[in-house]
């Protein structure tokens, strides 16, 4: 157990839904990362929190936005869903999100959209 | 991870040695990390080594590191049934205040 949780661990919904996805950091863990992983594209990673601001931004589309809470928690919101957007989504969290920091990855949340 | 390669597929033999290859891009990359990941769980952080390091064990498993080259190979010693699963190799992306750039991983099974 990596100490981060993620939930819900399915989502099945239909195109041109809204759905989020929720991730709770383990414990003293200050930065929190975002990943997509998928058949066709590998693990990407779309967007870092540290402490509630926004650090690093990836291959984030504009119909998806994050954020990051006073308690550390992290919702990642996917709108307008379309097929492709079916994937695993993980969270991770590291202490400070520096160099070297050793990443704790959740189970992650298996989004099919239908 | 198109900057990250490593071959997709590794069948091994139960108690020989796995070796796992990856090739990076980014000469800055200051740490490079391997990561499992079985059926139905994240990705669980098995090793890294610092850029300025030739190799590094760790029990059953030796990262070694070519810089100049740019490859990095993950051996499990001694493999076993639990070793199953996917590996990531992973950089470290310069001034990304730790985001990783992952390969795609390499599906080793290991058969009986």
């Known amino acids: 157990d990596s100490g981060v949780t993620q939930t819900p661990k399915h989502l099945i919904t239909a195109t041109g839904q809204r759905v989020t996805l929720r991730c709770s950091p383990r414990s003293g863990d200050l930065s929190v990362y975002w990943y997509q992983q998928s058949l066709d594209q590998g693990l990407q990673f779309l967007i870092q929190?540290?402490?509630?601001?926004?650090?690093a931004k990836g291959n984030i589309l504009e119909r998806f936005s994050a954020q990051q809470f006073p308690d550390l928690h992290s919702e990642l919101n996917l709108s307008s869903l379309e097929l492709g957007d079916s994937a695993l989504y993980f969270c991770?969290?590291?202490?400070?999100?520096?160099?070297?920091?050793?990443?704790?990855f959740g189970s992650g949340t298996q989004l099919s959209v239908l | 991870g198109e900057d990250v390669e490593q071959s997709l597929f590794l069948s091994v033999r139960e108690g020989d040695s796995s070796v796992i290859n990856c090739t990076y891009t980014?000469?800055?990359?200051?740490?490079l990390y391997w990561y499992k990941q079985e059926p139905g769980a994240g990705l669980q952080l098995l090793t890294y080594i610092f850029s300025n390091m030739d190799m590094k064990q760790d029990q059953r498993l030796t990262v070694l590191l070519n810089k100049k080259d740019k490859h990095l190979s993950l051996r499990i010693a001694d493999t076993q049934t639990g070793d199953s699963a996917i590996y990531f190799c992973?950089?470290?992306?310069?001034?990304?205040?730790?985001?990783?750039?992952f390969g795609a991983g390499t599906q080793v099974v290991v058969t009986p």
């Open positions: 992973a950089e470290s992306i310069s001034d990304s205040w730790g985001k990783l750039q």
């Open positions: 991770a969290s590291s202490a400070s999100g520096g160099e070297n920091e050793k990443l704790f």
């Open positions: 980014d000469s800055s990359s200051t740490y």
């Open positions: 929190y540290y402490n509630g601001e926004e650090r």
